[in-house]
C-alpha cells in the first residue's frame, strides 16, 4: 500500500497544530508590569546572542559548503544540501527559542491561577518546539530526497542529500555547545557569588548575572537543544534510507521511504499524547507528563504494527520488522524510565547525593560523580538487547541485508516518540524561567511554590530527553556506521565490510576515537570555567562599586554581564568544534577508510559512556539540590544546601554543556566519514 500521501499529510496537520498552540501561549495573560519587564530582558538577551551566534555559524558553514562542494563526488548536490541541512536545523533551533521566551512569562503568570494552567502553558509552548522541529527534519529529507530524483532514481537519491544531515550535525555541534558555554558560565557565575557568597536567593533581582543565568536556559535548552534534536531526526532517517537501497529488490522505493512514514505517523501520535497532559493542583505534574507520554507510545506502536505492514511485508517479513520497531519503542521507553530513576529526587540515587550534602562539598562531589558512573550500566545493557534483538529479528525475515535494516526500523521505534520527547526537554527551560520571573517580580510564596515544583519536574524532563538523545545516538551510529561500510565497499570492491583492529593504523584510528571524545569534554568544561571566571569578577565589582544593590536601592547593570556572557561562550564554542571537525578527517584521509571505521565506532562506546556519566551525573545534583531546597536536611540556607550548591555547580557544564554536545559529535563524525568516505579509499 502506498502510504508516501502520510509524509505532506502530516507536515501539514502538525503545522496547522503548531498554530493553534502558537496562538494558545501568545493570546494568553502576560503577567503585571514586573513580569513583563524582567521577560523583556531575557527574550532581549536571548535573541542578541542567537543572532550573534548564527552569524558566526553561518561564514563556518559556507566555508564548509564551499570546500565539499569541491572535494566531494557528489558535488554541489553535497553543498545545496548541507546548506539546507544547516539553515532548516538554525531555524529549529530559533523557533524553539522564540515560544519559549514568552511562553515564560504566560507561564509565571499562569501559575498564579493554579498548577494545572502553569503546567499547561509550559509543555504546550514547549510541544511548539518538538513539533516544529520533528516536522521541519521530515519535510526538509523529503523535499530533497523527490528534488534529487526520488521520483526516477530512488536508489540514487538518498546518497546525494547526506550532506543535509551533516549540515544539521554541524550547526547543532556549535548550537549546542556554544548555548552550553553561555547558560553554564552564567549559572555558575549567578550561584557562586549570589547563593554562596552573598547569601541571597536563586533568582534574586540583586545579582547582577541572575538575567544572563536565564537567558541561557533559552540559548542553550531551547535553541541548541533544537536544533540537537533535528539533526538527530534528519541523520537517522537518511541513513535509514540508505540502508533501505539494499533491500530495493524486497521491497522496492517503499524500503527507502519508510522511515519517512514511520515519522509522519510518529508525529501523529506525538501530537494526540500532548493534549492529554493535565494535572490537579495536589498531583505530581510528572505522572500527567508520563501519562501524555504513555499515550504517545501506544499510538506509535499501533502506527509502526501498520506501517510495517503496508510497506515492508514480502512473504511475512513485516511481523519480524514490526517486532524490531517494537524494540526501539520500548528501548527509548525504557532509557527515559533509566533516567528518571537516576535525576529524578523520589529516587534513591537523588537521595544518596542529598544525604552527602549534611558531611560538606567533597562527600556531595565524590556521591554524585560515583551516581553518574553507577548510571551507565542499565543503558548499555538496554542499547546492547535492543542492537542485538533488532539485529536477529532482521535476519529472520529471510531477507538479505535485514539484520542492519532491522536495527535501523528499531531506531526509527526509538525516534517514533521524538516529538513528545522534544517537548518534554523545552518545557524545563521554560518552567525554569518562569520560577525566575515569579521570583524577580516579588510574587506570592504560592506562586513561587507552583514553579518550584514544575522546575524540579522539568530538571528531571531534561535530563530524560539528554538519555533518550544518547540512546538514538547509539542506535543511529550503528546504522550509520553500517552504511559508511556500504559506501567504502562501493567505491572500494576489495573492500570486505571487516574492520581488522589486528591492523596498527586501525588501532591508532580506534585509539584516536576514544581520545577525541576527551579532549573535546576537557575543552567545554574549560570553557565553562574561563567564561565563569569573567562572571564571577563582573558580579563582586558590581556588588563591590554599585551602591545599594543589596539593600534594594540601585539596580544591577544586567545588560554588561549579558554582553560578556556573550563574547566569552561564542569565543569559546570554536576550538572543540573545529577539532571534531578536523581529527577525523585527518584520520580518514592519512590512515585510510579502515582506521576510519575504527574511530567512529570506537567513539561512538567512548562518547555514550561519557555522554551518559556527564548528563546523569549533573542531573543527579542538580535535583539534590532541589530536593532539600524544598525542606529535607534543614532545607534553603542549611549546610547541607550550602553543599548541594557546590555539587550542583560542578554539574552544571557537566549536564548542560559536555554531555548534550558529546551525542551531538558522535551523529556528525558519522555524518562527515559517509560524505567523505570517497577521500578515505
Given at each position: 500500500?502506498?502510504l ?14 503548531i ?29 542578541a546572542?542567537l543572532r ?9 558553514s ?17 553543498s545545496?544540501?548541507f ?15 522564540y ?29 511548539v518546539?518538538g ?6 527534519s521530515?519535510?526538509g ?6 528534488g ?13 542529500i547526506v550532506?543535509?544531515?551533516f549540515?544539521?550535525?554541524?550547526v ?28 541571597i ?9 541572575v538575567v ?28 535509514a ?5 539494499a ?19 510518529g ?25 501524555g ?59 544518596e ?60 521505534g526509538m ?17 525554569d524561567n ?16 507552583r ?20 540512546g ?21 570492491k ?7 583492529i589486528g591492523k596498527?593504523e586501525?588501532f ?32 563582586r ?14 539596580k ?10 556573550t ?23 592519512i ?28 542531573g ?24 548541594s ?6 554539574g552544571?557544564?557537566?549536564?548542560d554543556t ?24
Amino acid at each position: 500500500m502506498d502510504l508516501t500521501f502520510m509524509i505532506p499529510l502530516s507536515g501539514g496537520l502538525t503545522a496547522g497544530v503548531i498554530v493553534y498552540l502558537t496562538l494558545y501561549v501568545f493570546k494568553a495573560d502576560a503577567g503585571d508590569e514586573k513580569m513583563q519587564e524582567i521577560a523583556a530582558a531575557i527574550r532581549q538577551g536571548a535573541m542578541a546572542f542567537l543572532r550573534r551566534q548564527y552569524s558566526t555559524i553561518a561564514m563556518l558553514s559556507i566555508v564548509v559548503a564551499v570546500i565539499l562542494g569541491l572535494i566531494t563526488k557528489e558535488g554541489w548536490h553535497t553543498s545545496l544540501s548541507f546548506i539546507l541541512g544547516a539553515a532548516c536545523s538554525a531555524l529549529s533551533g530559533f523557533i524553539g527559542m522564540y515560544v519559549s521566551v514568552n511562553a515564560n512569562l504566560r507561564t509565571a503568570s499562569a501559575a498564579r491561577n493554579s498548577l494545572n494552567a502553569a503546567l499547561q502553558m509550559s509543555f504546550r509552548g514547549g510541544a511548539v518546539t518538538g513539533l516544529a522541529v520533528t516536522a521541519l527534519s521530515l519535510l526538509g529529507v523529503a523535499g530533497l530526497f523527490y528534488g534529487f530524483g526520488g521520483f526516477t532514481h530512488p536508489k540514487e537519491a538518498p546518497l546525494l542529500i547526506v550532506g543535509f544531515g551533516f549540515g544539521a550535525s554541524f550547526v547543532a555541534l556549535f548550537a549546542q555547545l556554544g548555548g552550553g558555554i553561555y547558560t553554564k558560565a552564567a549559572d555558575v557565575g549567578a550561584d557562586l557569588v549570589g547563593k554562596v557568597e552573598a547569601g541571597i536567593p536563586e533568582d534574586d533581582a540583586r545579582n547582577p548575572a541572575v538575567v544572563a543565568d536565564l537567558v541561557g536556559d533559552n540559548v542553550g535548552d531551547c535553541a541548541g537543544r533544537g536544533a540537537d534534536l533535528f539533526e538527530s531526526t534528519a541523520a537517522e532517517n537518511i541513513g535509514a534510507m540508505i540502508l533501505g537501497i539494499a533491500l530495493y529488490p524486497a521491497f522496492g522505493v517503499n524500503g527507502i521511504l519508510f522511515p519517512l512514514v514511520a515519522r509522519a505517523f510518529g508525529l501523529l501520535a506525538s501530537v494526540a499524547g500532548i493534549f492529554f497532559v493535565k494535572t490537579r493542583e495536589e498531583k505530581d505534574p510528572m505522572g500527567a507528563l508520563n501519562f501524555g507520554y504513555a499515550i504517545t507510545t501506544i499510538l506509535a506502536i499501533i502506527s509502526m504494527y501498520f506501517v510495517t505492514d503496508q510497506m515492508i511485508n514480502v512473504n511475512g517479513s513485516g511481523l519480524y520488522f514490526f517486532g524490531c520497531a517494537l524494540v526501539g519503542v520500548v528501548t527509548s521507553y525504557l532509557f527515559v524510565l533509566v533516567t528518571q530513576y537516576y535525576t529524578d529526587w523520589s529516587y534513591r540515587p537523588v537521595k544518596e547525593i542529598a544525604h552527602s550534602c549534611k558531611t560538606g562539598p567533597a562527600t556531595t562531589i565524590i556521591t554524585g560523580f560515583a551516581v553518574g558512573l553507577e548510571s551507565t550500566v542499565l543503558p548499555v545493557i538496554i542499547i546492547s538487547a535492543a542492537v542485538l534483538v533488532s539485529h536477529y529479528l532482521g535476519v529472520l525475515s529471510g531477507l538479505e541485508g535485514g539484520g542492519v535494516y532491522g536495527t535501523a526500523v528499531a531506531t526509527m521505534g526509538m525516534l517514533s516518540t521524538c516529538a513528545f520527547i522534544l517537548a518534554m526537554d523545552t518545557f524545563g527551560p521554560i518552567t525554569d524561567n518562569a520560577g525566575g520571573i515569579a521570583e524577580m517580580s516579588s510574587q506570592p510564596e504560592h506562586v513561587r511554590n507552583r514553579t518550584d515544583l514544575l522546575d524540579g519536574c522539568g530538571n528531571t524532563t531534561k535530563a530524560i530527553t539528554k538519555g533518550y538523545a544518547i540512546g538514538s545516538a547509539a542506535l543511529a551510529t550503528f546504522l550509520l556506521f553500517s552504511a559508511y561500510l556500504d559506501e567504502v565497499q562501493i567505491l572500494d570492491k576489495a573492500f570486505n565490510r571487516v574492520v581488522d583492529i589486528g591492523k596498527p593504523e586501525v588501532f591508532i584510528g580506534g585509539f584516536l576515537g576514544a581520545m577525541l571524545v576527551y579532549l573535546f569534554t576537557s575543552t567545554a568544561i574549560k570553557a565553562v570555567g574561563k567564561t565563569a571566571e569573567v562572571v564571577i569578577e563582573e558580579v563582586r565589582r558590581q556588588f563591590r562599586e554599585i551602591k545599594g544593590i543589596m539593600e534594594g536601592t540601585a539596580k544591577p547593570d544586567y545588560a554588561t554581564c549579558v554582553d560578556l556572557v556573550t563574547k566569552g561562550a561564542l569565543k569559546a564554542m570554536v576550538l572543540p568544534g573545529v577539532l571534531v571537525v578536523a581529527v577525523p578527517i585527518i584520520v580518514g584521509v592519512i590512515l585510510k577508510a579502515e582506521a576510519a571505521a575504527a574511530f567512529l565506532m570506537v567513539a561512538t562506546m567512548t562518547g555514550v559512556l561519557m555522554a551518559l556519566l556527564l548528563n546523569n551525573g549533573g542531573g543527579a545534583w542538580d535535583n539534590a539540590k532541589k530536593y532539600i531546597e524544598l525542606g529535607s536536611f534543614g532545607g534553603k540556607g542549611s549546610e547541607a544546601h550550602k553543599a548541594s550548591v557546590v555539587g550542583d555547580t560542578v554539574g552544571d557544564p557537566f549536564k548542560d554543556t559536555a554531555g548534550p554536545s558529546i551525542h551531538v559529535l558522535i551523529k556528525l563524525l558519522s555524518t562527515i566519514t559517509l560524505v567523505l568516505a570517497s577521500l578515505f579509499v
